[in-house]
């Protein structure tokens, strides 16, 4: 005998919905990866399409073409390695700075990692200052 599970019932706001037909008609999303993103099915997501958007009514046929979802996936794929890159850079020079730190520590002697905290400056305590000058 199979058991049955039951899909857990999911209610989505009203913005929710109008923000997934937003993202369908700016063509950043097919119904079908709406539909994997947010799990749901993607007659719902047709609904909705129906429902709140401007210009794709009831009984219009859209037709996507593969050459659009190949598309975005390379454009997609293009902002990975873009991120990518960007994160290597950054990596690099932070890795860069820490070498700096140690080699300037090492040179003059000094802790520039160690904390201050019972030296701080007459600006930045302004209480201090009041009782000095005797306010």
């Known amino acids: ?4 599970t039951l899909r857990p ?18 063509g950043r999303f097919s119904v079908l990866e709406l539909a994997k993103l947010h799990g749901t099915f993607t007659r719902t997501i047709y609904r909705w399409i129906y429902r709140y958007s401007t210009y794709n009514k009831k009984n ?12 975005k996936l390379r454009e997609l ?28 520590e090492k040179e003059l002697g000094v802790d520039f990692k ?9 600006a930045s305590n302004p209480s201090q200052e009041n009782k000095e000058s005797g306010k």
């Open 9 to 26: 019932q999911r209610i989505f706001s009203e913005d929710l919905r109008k923000q997934i037909v937003l993202e369908y008609e700016s």
């Open 60 to 71: 219009v046929k859209v037709v996507e073409s593969n050459d659009s979802s190949e598309m």
């Open 77 to 104: 794929h293009a902002r990975i390695l873009q991120l990518e890159a960007a994160l290597g850079r950054s990596q690099l020079e932070i890795e860069f700075k820490s070498k700096m730190i140690e080699l300037a």
């Open 114 to 122: 160690k904390k201050f905290a019972d030296s701080s400056s007459k």
């Open 1 to 4: 005998m199979k058991k049955t």
